[in-house]
């Protein structure tokens, strides 16, 4: 399994971004996957997670109405759809799935948002 994000970058508060993650070496179509974050000196925090169809996708409070979170089951990648960027999203991306017993990670994007 191999997870690799890019997208991320330096945004000014109210602009957006759009994180993508290419994933491969499993049946990506049929697991759901999810988008975390950690900022310094905090825990990981999941922000998104999409089925498997891309049809149900929830989301933490603090980007709900501001992050969409979508898929391309078709070239196999995850995307991450954020608006309305506020300095406390700055933090490295992670993107996440569950694929046979394991918890599998992407290297991560950093994420800064400063004016």
């Known amino acids: 399994v191999q997870l690799v994000e890019s997208g991320g970058g330096l945004a000014q508060p109210g602009e957006s971004l759009r994180l993508s993650c290419a994933a491969s070496?499993?049946?990506?179509?049929?697991?759901?996957m999810n988008w975390f974050r950690q900022a310094p000196g905090k825990e990981r925090e999941l922000v998104a997670t999409i089925d498997s169809v891309g049809s149900t996708a929830g989301y933490t409070d603090s980007v709900k109405g501001r992050f969409t979170i979508s898929r391309d089951n078709a070239k196999n990648r995850v995307y991450l759809q954020m608006t309305s960027l506020k300095p406390e999203d700055a933090a490295v991306y992670y993107c996440?799935?569950?694929?046979?017993?394991?918890?599998?990670w992407g290297q991560g994007t950093q994420v800064t948002v400063s004016s």
């Open positions: 996440n799935t569950f694929v046979r017993l394991a918890n599998y």
């Open positions: 070496g499993f049946s990506f179509s049929k697991y759901a």
